[in-house]
Nanobody
Framework: QVQLVESGGGLVQAGGSLRLSCAAS????????MGWFRQAPGKERDFVAG????????YYADSVKGRFTTSRDNAKNTVYLQMNSLKPEDTAVYYC?????????????????WGQGTQVTVSS
């Protein structure tokens, strides 16, 4: 089993940037598809960004396309979510998730391992 720990959340003004990190232990992430999800109070957990296990393909929700970028550093066993041009509607708890040998996966049930989440708050 892989254990995931997110960090990098915080409070930022609209238009600002944050970089979230998802550090893994227990297994190498190089064989895992990775996803980022977010959940606002009273709402469902929504897909934000993902990467297949090879790391060769990334994909994004329409709401973040062109503003967010996900990447992986195999040497650090860490996945990142760079968030630029943040908007108040991006406010949520952000989670990273992993599934071994996964392809494109955009729903929570497709993932097997989850981090504890990190809060992102964007003020207007």
């Amino acid at each position: 089993q892989v254990q995931l720990v997110e960090s990098g959340g915080g409070l930022v003004q609209a238009g600002g940037s944050l970089r979230l990190s998802c550090a893994a232990s227990g297994r190498t992430l190089s064989t895992y598809a990775m996803g980022w999800f977010r959940q606002a109070p009273g709402k469902e957990r929504d897909f934000v960004a993902g990467m297949d296990w090879r790391g060769s393909r990334t994909y994004y929700a329409d709401s973040v396309k062109g503003r967010f970028t996900t990447s992986r550093d195999n040497a650090k066993n860490t996945v990142y979510l760079q968030m630029n041009s943040l908007k108040p509607e991006d406010t949520a708890v952000y989670y990273c998730a992993a599934v071994p040998w996964g392809g494109k996966a955009t729903t929570p049930r497709e993932y097997k391992n989850w981090g504890q989440g990190t809060q992102v708050t964007v003020s207007s």
